[in-house]
């Protein structure tokens, strides 16, 4: 017999399914809650609640295990370039040597965007921030490629915007960066890989030539792998919740990227080295910090420690952290922030605060000291956390569509003021 649990309320006793899912983790199926209740569940930030029965990551915040379509992240970050993982999320499977050089011809042939877009750029201030730029640029996508905002598209239809869209979005945040360069935009390069097209767009200059370093490259595959996708988190969710009123694509991932830039989420990494540059500022006393953030009187947090669903360690940031070192060493860069870094580390997690509320090193607290080294600056490193996790909303967007769910529309608990008459504005107090 399937297993139910079972509800009492006002006396009576209503039975509803537990979901089992391919590891194991256990749901009520509450889908029928308020019709034969009456009533509905509340939980702020869904903490308990699953939105949605997905098979493309799994994560178990508990041992820190993190797999994409059941493939670890430790191996794909170790043998695959970010365009076979970007497949293997979208699609499903890993792609067989056609499949991929057919998906790299389609990405490399997209890349370029339409040179009105050139004045959009220029209407932004100096030193406007590259993820406000990105998230109109890819939204404004959408005007120049009408069709893509057809709910009833082909699936031959919604795959063209799929590549347009992850060709483009490196194309737009290198024109971003070059804007508040003040630097001549550089066209993407057809005979290069997707990290070498990147890097060349970001750091090429009219005056000389240009050859992107392999350990750079092969450090930004490593890292977009990484972020490439996270399950149900806050982006992810805002993509599939946006796309699900059949926006389109691109619309759905502009809001993620909105989504993706607060200091909580992606804008972590940012928040993390303007956190350590200002302890080093300040004279390197890592306790003050430690202890401003334990205090509740203040609103200061730790960046980069802390996550929703890792409570033990966050596998991303292992990785992270020794490819940080490998980076430094190979390009014999010594960054006083590193050390910063891990002194904290080690003064956070021998506190009981930390340790009692799991408070690890998450993803975001090493990711900054890499992409320093990389020459990218400070307000493009969640621009960076965006060009990882484009495949994973893809994907999220692409399996609501084809799980045909229902527009999200959550529900509320009223607290407000009950019905009362309108009064002329004299007689109000
Ligand atoms: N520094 C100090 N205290 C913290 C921190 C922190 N970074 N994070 C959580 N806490 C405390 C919090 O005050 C609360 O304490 P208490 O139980 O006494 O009220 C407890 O830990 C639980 O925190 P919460 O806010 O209820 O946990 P959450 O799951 O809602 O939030 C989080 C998770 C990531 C937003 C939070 O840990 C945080 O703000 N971290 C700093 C920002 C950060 O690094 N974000 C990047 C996340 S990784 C990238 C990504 O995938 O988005």
Known sequence: MSETARLILDGKEYEFPVI??????????????????????????????????????????ENGILRYRGYTIEELAEKASFLEVSYLLIYGELPNTKQLSYFQESITHHTLVHENMKSFFEAFPPGAHPMGMLSSMISSLSTFYPDSQNPNRSVVDIEKTIHRLIAKLPTLAAQAYKHNMGHPIVYPSNDLDYCGNFLKMMFALPTEDYEANPIVESALNKLLILHADHEQNCSAATVRVVGSSQANLFSSVSAGIAALWGPLHGGANQAVIEMLESIKEDGGNLQKWVDKAKDKT??????????????????????????????LAQLGVDDPVLDIAKELEQVALNDPYFVERGLYPNVDFYSGIIYRALNIPTDMFTVMFALGRLPGWIAQWKEMHENNEPIGRPRQVYIGANERSYLPIDQRG
């Open 20 to 61: 089992t899912g391919a590891e194991n983790e256990k749901a009520i199926d509450i889908s029928k809650l308020r019709a034969t209740t009456g009533y509905i569940t509340l939980d702020y930030g869904f903490k308990n609640t699953g939105s949605t029965q997905s098979a493309i990551t799994y994560l178990d915040g």
């Open 298 to 327: 203040d609103s200061f947090r730790l960046m980069g420690f802390g996550h929703r669903v890792y409570k033990n360690f966050d596998p991303r940031a292992k990785i992270i952290k020794k490819a940080a070192d490998e980076v």
